[in-house]
């Protein structure tokens, strides 16, 4: 009896350690972040980036879509979308891309500060603000320590969506998703609900960009 009360009172220390460990971790990656005022240029060239790629994409799918059919819109998702957003980021210098909470292709899945802004873009939803208004953007230092200009705005789940990622797949749509994405989780969504974000990373070592930092705060 003895020894199990010692090793429950052991591994009670053990989960204490790891919880305070992880939560300094936490306060550590949040330190490191700070705001910046709406009027810096960076945010507004992040703006016009994630708009860019927003319109060709969409542009370019719906155009796929209506020249031959739903079940098209895999590969251009699959191969030319990731090729159309690479084009993008080579053409800024800064490195751009989509992700999500509910990802098709995990090589899109969030790292912690993503999934902390798209938690904070859900929570803002809920209360009742509007899916494409919203955005955030910090000044972070990574884990290797380089000080980055960092964006997010979200993406509406529009009609178009709605052929690979709603609730009413066409069995022929399907087949392929599961065929290309065995772990897919992005399907179920409705109209107008929050589908992932564009994320924008800009190097900061090298950057002539103007703006004064501000103490942490959190976009409004």
């Known amino acids: 009896m003895g020894d199990l009360m010692t090793l429950k009172k052991t591994f009670g220390i053990i989960v204490a350690i790891l919880v305070f460990i992880l939560a300094m971790v936490a306060v550590s990656y949040s330190w490191n972040c700070r705001s910046l005022p709406e009027e810096d240029a960076r945010i507004a060239a992040a703006r016009v980036a994630a708009m860019d790629l927003a319109v060709s994409l969409k ?3 719906m155009r796929t879509i209506n020249e031959d059919g739903a079940v098209a819109a895999i590969p251009f998702c699959h191969e030319r979308a990731p090729n159309i957003t690479q084009s993008l980021s080579e053409s800024r210098g800064w490195h751009i891309g989509r992700t999500a909470l509910r990802v098709r292709n995990p090589d899109n899945s969030p790292d912690d500060w993503e999934r902390d802004v798209l938690e904070k873009f859900s929570q803002r939803i809920e209360n009742g603000g509007a899916v494409a208004e919203q955005e955030f953007w910090q000044i972070c230092e990574s884990p290797e320590g380089k000080r980055q200009f ?3 705005k979200a993406i ?22 599961d065929r290309l994405y065995p772990q897919d989780q992005a399907r179920g969504f409705e109209l107008g609900e ?5 994320t924008i990373t800009r190097e900061l070592e090298n950057d002539a960009g103007n703006s004064t930092e501000s103490a942490p705060e959190e976009r409004k």
């Open 59 to 61: 542009g370019q799918l």
């Open 150 to 152: 960092r964006y997010m």
């Open 156 to 177: 509406p789940t529009g009609e178009v969506c709605l052929v690979c990622h709603g609730s009413n797949i066409a069995p022929e749509v399907a087949e392929n998703l």
């Open 194 to 198: 929050l589908r992932g974000a564009v």
